[in-house]
């Protein structure tokens, strides 16, 4: 298993009741877009950047809505791309776009299933998003997200992905939902992580942000082309139901501190009051 998160036990016995509706996909009946959102897809008003976040099938219940807030948070106009989408993805999708975000998978969903669903989406291919980010745009990918920017996926990284917890020296050795311990900048952070990925990167334009208790890589900006990518393996976006669910201390205020550092490296912009 490989990225994202379940229902809260909660809910557990309503998903019970419909997982034969939603076990192929928990995006499969995904919110609609705000009203006021634009129907063409992508102008921002009011001179916004524009965030285009996925959100379909390779995605978990919630996690492109997390993503959003944490977008909206620091100043972008968010739109929704995917398959019950009003924009899909084809040639143009991505004209205008500040930032492309491919957010956290559905529980239980290997890398190679969630990059089959996403290639047998119409209009996809990995050379829309590669090109994008390659002649100047910017990728962000959470957990799955993160999985998916190396191989198999869109291989943006100088170097890959590779899944935490079977790594040497792993503190979380399950897919269960935990609290992670990092090092963000020198500074210890715990985080909400479900099966996320490290990354073994190296090379010019790389900048780790953050790394697990075993020195491996958690969170990571690096250059692709003339565009950049961000990547991170813990979950920065949860919000404080996530915690909530799973009987975790609340971090989700510490954690969107850390998500508006790893966007503010992303866009190369100072966070506020630096």
Do not use: K
Request: glycine share 14%; proline share 9%.
């Amino acid at each position: 298993m490989r990225g994202g998160r379940r229902p809260g036990r909660a809910v557990a016995a309503l998903a019970v009741a419909v997982a034969v509706l939603t076990a192929s996909a928990c995006g499969s009946s995904p919110v609609q877009d705000d009203p006021a959102d634009d129907p063409g897809g992508t102008a921002a008003p009011g001179g916004q950047p524009l965030a285009l976040v996925y959100r379909g099938p390779a995605a978990c219940e919630g996690c492109p809505e997390a993503a959003r807030e944490l977008l909206e948070r620091d100043g972008f106009a968010v739109r929704y791309v995917g398959p019950q989408e009003r924009l899909h993805f084809g040639a143009g999708a991505l004209a205008g776009v500040a930032l492309y975000v491919q957010p956290g998978g559905t529980n239980g969903q290997e890398v190679s299933t969630a990059w089959g669903l996403l290639r047998r989406e119409p209009g996809f291919s990995p050379e829309l998003v590669r090109d994008y980010v390659h002649g100047g745009g910017h990728y962000l990918g959470l957990c799955m997200g993160g999985y998916l920017a190396g191989d198999p996926g869109y291989d943006l990284l100088p170097g890959d992905s590779g899944q935490y917890i079977r790594s040497q020296g792993a503190t979380v050795t399950d897919e269960q939902d935990h609290l992670v311990d990092v090092s963000w900048r020198g500074r210890p952070q715990r985080m909400y992580f479900q099966d996320g990925p490290y990354f073994d990167v190296d090379g010019p334009g790389v900048d780790v942000l953050a790394r697990y208790s075993n020195n491996r890589a958690a969170a990571v900006v690096a250059s692709y082309g003339t565009g950049r990518v961000a990547v991170s393996g813990p979950h920065p976006e949860a919000p404080a139901d996530w915690y909530r669910d799973y009987h975790l201390p609340d971090e989700s205020r510490t954690d969107l501190g850390l998500g508006d550092d790893l966007l503010h490296a992303l866009m190369s912009t100072p966070p506020p009051g630096s």
